[in-house]
């Protein structure tokens, strides 16, 4: 019984009363590590709203890149101790696994297009930059993007991935790749214009032509777009 009543006097000790009127002065030999003197917390979440009210510095966390990867990582710290950053050229996330639907004028792309603000809107902890990522500088460590940089304490590049012409970038203008919204409205514009000059084309070997439409790999994208085409 002793040890109890002990216990509870030094909480009584350690809880002062301010008058009405009055302000405490700051003890000078406190420190960060006894921050919370003088309130008696009784609840985790008490503890964890007296803890934000903390004084401290977060660590930094930047993400170049809101594809999947990037969004996972992000929501995967929204209750972390730390700010994010998170970087893009575009203001949008998009979904790339309906870009052949796009190509194909099955959806319009607004339908596969997200704000990665309106994503984030919850995650207190996370703030979206619209910017270009022109390198990094792993001395200081600096995300560098044209005339500013931000700094970080950890990073996480989840920039993608783009197509491989293997050394010959003369292809592309033979064959567009399927990485973006650009692609699949440019892709969409240059089939129906085949359709359409094939509706009005008499020669039946030049009709033929014109509905020939060749596609260079079999995975996912490239079934799915043989499949809308047809």
């Known amino acids: 019984m002793s040890e109890v009543q002990d216990t509870t006097n030094n909480t009584a000790t350690d809880t ?8 405490k002065r700051p003890d000078p030999a406190s420190t960060p590590s006894t921050p919370l ?16 009210n903390r004084l401290t510095v977060l660590p930094c966390v930047v993400i170049v890149g809101a594809g999947f990867g990037g969004l996972r990582a992000a929501r995967a710290l929204r209750n972390a101790p730390v700010q994010i950053t998170m970087i893009d050229r575009q ?39 619209m910017e270009e990522v022109a390198g990094v500088d792993v001395q200081e460590q600096r995300v560098l993007m044209g005339d500013c940089s931000v700094p970080y304490d950890y990073l996480v590049l989840a920039t993608g991935a783009h197509d491989n012409y293997f050394g010959h970038p003369e292809w592309e203008h033979y064959a567009p790749g399927l990485k ?34 060749v596609l260079v790999g079999a995975g996912p994208t490239g079934v799915e777009m043989a499949g809308a085409i047809s």
Not at 16 to 23: A, F, K, L, Q
Not at 98 to 108: E, N, Q
């Open 180 to 213: 973006s919204i650009v692609d699949a409205t440019s892709l969409r514009r240059k089939i129906l214009l085949a359709f359409e000059a094939a509706e009005i084309e008499t020669d039946p070997e030049k009709v033929k032509e014109l509905l020939t439409f």
């Open 37 to 52: 003197r003088g309130v008696r917390l009784n609840t985790p979440k008490d503890i964890e709203s007296a803890a934000n």
């Open 16 to 23: 002062e009363t301010v008058m009405p009127g009055r302000s």
């Open 91 to 129: 203001n949008h996330h998009l979904f790339q696994p309906l870009l052949y639907w796009v190509a194909t004028a099955g959806l319009s792309p607004a339908d596969i297009c997200s704000p990665i603000r309106g994503i984030l809107r919850n995650q207190k902890n996370a703030e979206v930059f």
